[in-house]
């Protein structure tokens, strides 16, 4: 499996990532200790969860998703796995005590307390890569950056990103950062795959040009890739389902950006350029993912360890030029199948 750098640190993580969001929900503590237990004999070293997880989020799992990885990590060596996090930031009010108007926010207090759950939790005594799930636009950039680059020092974190952050954001806390001597960023996790390539544009420009590695989550479209929803399915215990009949307007709103006429008749298309192949929509998608050069590592999901064998047809995947120009043409007939509502312009 390819390993490439994390941003300018001396991190090396393979270009394969195992997310975690699904453990303790959809997938119980038995099944993601075989996930994991399988991301590690594939190859996999590098692990991503969040202080939040399992999502959807709730008051009563909050932290579950870091609890079921430390105890999986538990006997392992340590220096063998690279761990990343991350810091919820503001939109979650209530498993924090609110700050401003209701909102966790990105700040001295929140991060170092977070952290420190995290590592509790996580029972590790540092973080390879500690991320703010949300941008806090409205905080003081110095306070953030500040607190981030004192848990670096104090050897808690070894190397900071972000999540779901914008260009201007990127290029405001590089900026920051060289202006005051503080801890620099050195990854951005956002949503990327074949039915959002806006990361294609703005965002890898600012990734090349600054030493920023983009780290892919959803490269799957959040399920929608692997087929599952087309011919208007809504197959049992998936995540969209869920939203789509029982979730509440947000979730519905986020739903309905996933799976709509645009993305699947995307995926539709994909599926006979997949099938030409002789591989999966899903190995397809990740292969494609990993081949940008602004990519350092691709974030893939499982509720099981049969969707875990999918993806890691992936591992060894190079996609050639005819068929990078055949998934040009899609995008091109369907260009943004995403909907424009609540889609953040990268």
Known sequence: MKRNR?????????????????????????????????????????????????VPPSAELFG?????????????NRGEIILATKVTGPGHGWFRPPI????????????????????????????????????????????????????????????????NETCW???????????????????VQNNFSLINRRCESELAQVCRKEGVSLLPYSPLGGGVLTGK??????????RFTAYLETGGPRQQRMAARFVNDRTLETTARLQTLAADLGVSVTALALAWSRQHDFVASTIVGATTVAQLEESLQAADLILDAET????????????NPMTEDGLRRL
Request: glycine share 10%; net charge negative.
């Open 6 to 54: 994390l941003g300018r640190t001396g991190i090396v993580v393979t270009d394969i990532c195992m997310g975690t969001m699904t453990f303790g929900l959809q997938a119980d503590e038995k099944t993601s200790f075989a996930i994991l237990d399988r991301a590690l004999d594939a190859g996999i070293d590098f692990l991503d969860t969040a202080e939040m997880y399992p």
């Open 64 to 76: 579950i998703t870091e609890q079921i990885v430390g105890r999986w990590l538990r006997g392992r």
């Open 100 to 163: 401003r108007g209701g909102f966790t926010a990105l700040d001295r207090r929140q991060i170092f307390r977070a952290c420190e759950d995290s590592l509790r939790r996580l029972q590790t005594d540092y973080i390879d890569l500690y991320q703010t799930h949300w941008p806090d636009h409205g905080m003081d950039p110095c306070e953030t950056l500040s607190a981030l680059t004192d848990l670096q020092h104090q050897g808690k974190i070894r190397a900071w990103g972000s999540s």
């Open 169 to 187: 954001g990127v290029m405001k806390n590089l900026w920051e950062a060289e202006k005051h001597g503080l801890a620099r960023m050195a990854t």
């Open 229 to 238: 929803y087309n011919g208007g399915a809504r197959p049992p215990g998936a």
């Open 324 to 335: 990078l120009a055949r998934i040009d043409e899609i995008d091109a007939a369907i260009p």
